[in-house]
């Protein structure tokens, strides 16, 4: 899924919970990353959170947002690995506070995989997970995602498609041409979504500033309040 395509589906969640959670949960990840280099990504061996890192690191990069810029932590990089794919488990001993570790796990989690993430929460860096519910995994966690129970199950049943080449579409049809259909009701499905939804969110610009709403909320209330 294109940067386009996964705008339009962060738009069109607007105002649902999958929305608001996944927003909610991007942006703390920026608010609890306030050591530069801190955010680091990981997971199982055999499913290693590349997808969320690269698309992570795009947008941030994309927003100028280059303190919060993540790093994938690798099981076993190989010894001619770039720079950039060459972090491995000894990273995991030297985080600590500032520092947030996001784990993602479609699968439920190892014990191997429990253990490195106990020992780096004893550190005093901040758990984010993104998984299937698994409550061990949640236990350790401070903020977690589980797609699954968050995508409403009518979501995209609303849709309709026209031909991309369709001339004499309307201006008042709301019509999707039937790729981007197909590949936003596949995307609908879990943890890919999320993770688009999350990367778009954690590159916003308010995303670093504490309960900006809630200071906003109070703020017009004072301005509207009523006369004593």
Known sequence: MDLTKASLLREMLTGTELGSRTTEFAHALRRYTTRRGGLLLFGPPEDEPWHLTAHLDDELHRAGVEDARPSLV????????????????????????????????????????????????????????IDNGNQD??????????????????????????????????????????ETLTLLREAVAGFEMTQHLVSLAAADPEADHPNWRRTLRNFIERLSGEPG
């Open 74 to 129: 690798r099981w076993a990089p190989p010894p001619d690995a770039p720079p950039h794919l060459a972090i491995g488990l000894d990273r995991l001993r030297d985080s600590g506070r500032g520092e947030s570790l996001l784990v993602v796990a479609e699968e439920n989690p190892a014990a191997t995989l429990l253990e490195r993430i106990h020992d780096v929460r004893r550190r005093g860096t901040t758990i984010f997970s």
């Open 137 to 178: 995994l949640a236990s350790l966690s401070h903020e977690t995602l589980v797609p699954e129970i968050l995508v409403p199950a009518s979501f995209g049943s609303g849709w309709v498609s026209h031909p991309v080449s369709q001339s004499d579409r309307h201006d008042d049809e709301d019509g999707l041409p039937d």
